[in-house]
């Protein structure tokens, strides 16, 4: 069943922008997978919101999802030629010159052509065949065929070459580093062969909808990363030099003596690589209280509570 991209967030189809980013952002806050781990549930939600709010914040697709629903959005939709078929349909199927009613420009039968409207070549695709008689005038093409490709995080970020069996047929996918959920990839000639009746066509394209599944550690925001980083209280009094796992390998970071949970440290350019485009890897301390607490500990703690000289809460004034 075809999505309701305006029920997914909740809006009615009149909503202005800001109405429905307003939407979107309180259905991501709600569902997103970093604060819902393990929940399938929120995260199908917030991969659905995330994909109307992509249609509908665009002024162009939301024009043609208004119009043509998915089909609209797809690959090479031709939103004048599906137009046209619109307005051969209303007139009763009645050709541009001549013939009867129910026939294609020319006399050919619909049905005959496209087996029926939603299967084998879209109706809204009329490449390839002539204005006048129904019949190719040039090579035809097989029907793009679409599948979901689930990918782990770290796949995605550093990028692989797969083999998947799809059909029946083993099918050998290049995943482009720096790759994030909802790319889409296109296989020339892995999709669906051309009809019987075109013996010189060409297959169509297989589709592949990246599905990312979220990282247990690291965060992503466009092409940047975010690890939260353990320290003990001692290391974040005097400080210390830390091995940091990243995506390009162990990298030595400076924590600086009086560091608070919270600080961001920037390795420039550590972050996923997407092309030309190097984005960021932030580790975001988190100060670590001691896994035995203790006499010694105890003591430890009431001597070092004299170094505070202000109080560190008198700014919380809601």
């Given at each position: 069943?075809?999505?309701?991209?305006?029920?997914?967030?909740g809006?009615?189809r009149?909503a202005?922008?800001?109405?429905?980013?307003?939407?979107?952002?309180?259905?991501?806050r709600?569902n997103?997978?970093?604060?819902n781990?393990?929940?399938?549930?929120?995260e199908?939600?917030?991969?659905?919101?995330?994909v109307?709010?992509e249609?509908?914040s665009d002024?162009?697709k939301?024009?043609?999802y208004d119009?043509?629903?998915?089909?609209?959005?797809?690959?090479?939709f031709?939103?004048?030629q599906?137009?046209?078929?619109?307005?051969w349909q209303?007139?009763?199927?009645?050709?541009?010159?001549?013939?009867?009613?129910?026939?294609?420009?020319?006399?050919?039968?619909f049905e005959?052509?496209?087996g029926n409207?939603?299967?084998?070549?879209?109706?809204y695709?009329t490449?390839?065949?002539?204005?006048?008689g129904?019949?190719?005038?040039?090579?035809?093409?097989?029907?793009?065929?679409?599948?979901a490709l689930d990918l782990?995080?770290?796949?995605?970020?550093?990028?692989?070459?797969?083999?998947l069996?799809?059909?029946?047929?083993?099918?050998?996918?290049r995943i482009?580093?720096g790759a994030?959920?909802g790319?889409r990839?296109?296989l020339k000639g892995?999709?669906q062969?051309?009809?019987?009746?075109a013996?010189k066509g060409?297959?169509?394209?297989?589709?592949?909808?990246l599905k990312?599944?979220?990282?247990?550690?690291?965060?992503?925001?466009?092409l940047?990363l975010?690890?939260?980083?353990?320290?003990?209280?001692?290391?974040?009094i005097?400080g210390?030099?830390?091995?940091?796992?990243?995506?390009?390998g162990?990298?030595?970071?400076s924590?600086p003596?009086?560091?608070n949970s919270?600080?961001?440290?920037?390795?420039?350019?550590k972050?996923?690589?997407?092309?030309?485009?190097?984005g960021?890897?932030?580790?975001?301390?988190q100060?670590?209280?001691?896994?035995?607490?203790?006499?010694?500990?105890?003591?430890?703690?009431e001597?070092?509570?004299?170094?505070?000289t202000?109080?560190i809460?008198?700014?919380?004034?809601?």
């Amino acid at each position: 069943m075809e999505a309701d991209y305006y029920k997914t967030l909740g809006v009615s189809r009149t909503a202005d922008d800001a109405t429905i980013k307003k939407a979107y952002r309180q259905i991501a806050r709600e569902n997103h997978p970093d604060l819902n781990p393990d929940d399938s549930v929120r995260e199908e939600r917030f991969k659905a919101a995330s994909v109307a709010f992509e249609v509908l914040s665009d002024t162009e697709k939301r024009k043609l999802y208004d119009e043509f629903g998915d089909d609209g959005l797809r690959d090479g939709f031709n939103s004048d030629q599906a137009r046209e078929y619109a307005r051969w349909q209303q007139t009763g199927g009645r050709p541009r010159a001549g013939g009867g009613g129910g026939r294609a420009p020319g006399g050919a039968n619909f049905e005959d052509l496209f087996g029926n409207i939603f299967g084998g070549r879209s109706p809204y695709d009329t490449s390839g065949y002539s204005d006048f008689g129904g019949f190719p005038s040039g090579p035809m093409k097989g029907q793009d065929l679409e599948a979901a490709l689930d990918l782990d995080f770290m796949t995605a970020v550093n990028g692989a070459e797969m083999e998947l069996t799809i059909g029946g047929r083993n099918v050998k996918v290049r995943i482009p580093k720096g790759a994030d959920d909802g790319d889409r990839l296109r296989l020339k000639g892995q999709g669906q062969a051309a009809p019987p009746q075109a013996p010189k066509g060409s297959a169509g394209d297989l589709i592949l909808t990246l599905k990312v599944k979220p990282h247990p550690m690291l965060r992503r925001e466009g092409l940047n990363l975010y690890l939260d980083f353990p320290v003990t209280m001692p290391e974040a009094i005097v400080g210390a030099k830390l091995d940091v796992p990243t995506p390009h390998g162990d990298f030595k970071v400076s924590i600086p003596a009086g560091v608070n949970s919270g600080a961001k440290l920037r390795l420039k350019e550590k972050g996923v690589h997407r092309g030309k485009k190097h984005g960021d890897y932030y580790v975001v301390i988190q100060i670590q209280a001691p896994d035995r607490i203790d006499e010694a500990t105890t003591t430890l703690a009431e001597s070092l509570a004299e170094a505070y000289t202000t109080d560190i809460r008198a700014d919380l004034i809601l």
